[in-house]
């Protein structure tokens, strides 16, 4: 096995062991791997193990390694920040989109979305802890948010989606996953039809799955550590 199979059980392992502790089903969970600033022989070795869904935030780089694993069925999300010039690349290129914050940019991609290609499937990013420096909807904002873009006929609005502030503290991870859950019950309780929370990467997934994740992403506990340096 290489290693990458290796780490990939191992994380499946966990997901299992977790679902189970919540007393949630087995595969409950989806496992998104983040391929961003990992070559194309790692998404090969990682699809060779039985993965499918592919996590990727830089279009350029997401593009080009579309091209080059254009033989593989992968199920490609886009999980990084959005630009307006980026929409129309990416409501031709992906399947999901976790990261839309905002109506202009759900309405580009609803315009953008092939009408020979399933609805667009996506995922509002709330900002639970209240970091300027992230992305996402404010929770106050984000209930009439979903209401607009839920009425957009090329997308499919599927759940929320969260990047919690990294804290080693397993009660403050759980804290501000149950956030978001929260905030998705108070939604549906309204009368949105929200069935995903994509929240949980490689050092807190054990936790968002505790408090309700459908999906987490995971890259370097995957793939390995990044370098840091932006790709774009
Ligand atoms: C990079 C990234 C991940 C994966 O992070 P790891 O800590 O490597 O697991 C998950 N979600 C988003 C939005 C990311 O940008």
Not at 87 to 105: C, E, G
Not at 217 to 232: C, D, H, P, T, Y
Request: aromatic share 4%; proline share 3%.
């Amino acid at each position: 096995m290489t290693t990458i199979a290796k780490c990939l059980q191992a994380i499946r392992d966990r997901i299992h062991n977790a679902e189970s502790a919540a007393g949630r089903n087995q595969g409950e969970v989806m496992l998104l791997a983040v391929s961003k600033a990992h070559p194309t022989e790692a998404v090969r070795a990682a699809y060779a193990a039985g993965q499918q869904a592919f996590g990727e935030n830089y279009l350029q780089e997401a593009l080009a390694k579309q091209q080059e694993l254009a033989d593989l069925t992968i199920a490609w999300h886009f999980i990084g920040p959005l630009q307006s010039n980026k929409t129309q690349a990416i409501a031709q290129h992906f399947s999901w989109v976790h990261s839309v914050d905002r109506l202009k940019i759900a309405e580009r991609l609803n315009a953008a979305r092939p009408a020979d290609l399933p609805r667009l499937q996506v995922c509002l990013q709330v900002n639970v802890s209240g970091e300027t420096s992230k992305g996402g909807v404010a929770a106050t904002e984000a209930f009439a948010l979903a209401q607009a873009i839920a009425k957009l006929p090329r997308l499919q609005l599927r759940g929320l989606m969260a990047i919690p502030a990294p804290t080693n503290s397993i009660a403050k991870q759980r804290q501000q996953f149950r956030m978001v859950r929260e905030l998705q019950e108070a939604m549906q309780a309204q009368g949105l039809t929200l069935d995903t929370l994509s929240m949980g990467m490689s050092d807190d997934f054990p936790a968002a799955i505790a408090e309700g994740a459908t999906i987490i992403r995971v890259g370097s506990a995957i793939f390995g550590a990044r370098q840091n340096v932006k790709l774009e």
